[in-house]
């Protein structure tokens, strides 16, 4: 090969590599404002607007980064959102925690931990969404869904930990929940909860 045709060939490389990398960043769904994805960061601030603006998110403001903001994680390659960890003052009332509703968390599509603490849950988990989830942990809440364990086991199949603790469940251990193979951690302390004998028990995973 001449050199002439070794040097078109690497500026064809180089030209069709920067158009790519050009068409990235000019894709509207794609764009990245301030560090963090525009659709995330404007789902973040109707999650705040939506639990009227509570003291421990006064950092989620427009004028700040959203993978900054306290509670929030991103990738830091990305800038996807793929941690909340949202802790609500601990109260003993249902009625006076804040509701918030799985559908808030939808368009977060690589969060991969959520953590909440002390909210009123008052829907099941939409059947959707939940590809990359890997850690659920809910702490001193209150679930009002009679079938959360048994949507949680469906639709988040990819859990290696769930931790529900004090947050009112009420029901039966479904055997779905048995079939989440990736799962390393559970517990379900201090909730009303049975386990039929007929049910295949968990068996040690290594």
């Known amino acids: ?13 180089f030209i069709t590599g920067f158009v790519w990398v050009m068409a990235l960043f000019t894709v509207p769904e794609w764009k990245i404002c301030d560090g963090c994805w525009e659709q995330e960061r404007t789902s973040l601030l109707h999650l705040k607007a939506s639990l009227s603006n509570p003291p ?20 830091p390659v990305t800038g996807k959102v793929t941690k909340l960890a949202l802790g609500y003052p601990y109260n003993n009332s249902a009625r006076a925690m804040p509701a918030i509703h799985a559908s808030l968390f939808l368009p977060f599509q690589e969060l991969r931990v959520l953590s ?5 849950i008052p829907g099941c988990i939409e059947n959707q969404g939940w590809p990359n989830l890997k850690r659920l942990s809910i702490y001193d809440s209150f679930i009002s ?5 048994e949507t ?3 639709v ?5 930990q769930l931790m529900i603790l004090d947050s009112g469940l009420i029901s039966t251990i479904p055997q779905a929940l048995c079939t989440v193979m990736s ?5 379900l302390s201090a909730n009303h909860l049975m386990v039929p ?3 295949k028990v968990w068996e040690p995973r290594i």
């Open 1 to 13: 090969m001449s050199v002439g045709r070794s040097k078109a060939c690497y500026y064809g490389r």
């Open 56 to 75: 421990y998110m006064n950092s989620w403001s427009s004028n700040e980064y959203c993978c900054y903001w306290d509670g929030v994680g991103c990738d």
């Open 116 to 120: 909440l603490k002390g909210y009123h």
């Open 145 to 149: 869904c009679n079938n959360f364990l």
């Open 152 to 154: 949680v086991a469906t």
């Open 156 to 160: 988040m199949t990819n859990l290696t």
């Open 183 to 187: 799962l390393r951690v559970l517990d």
């Open 197 to 199: 004998t007929r049910y």
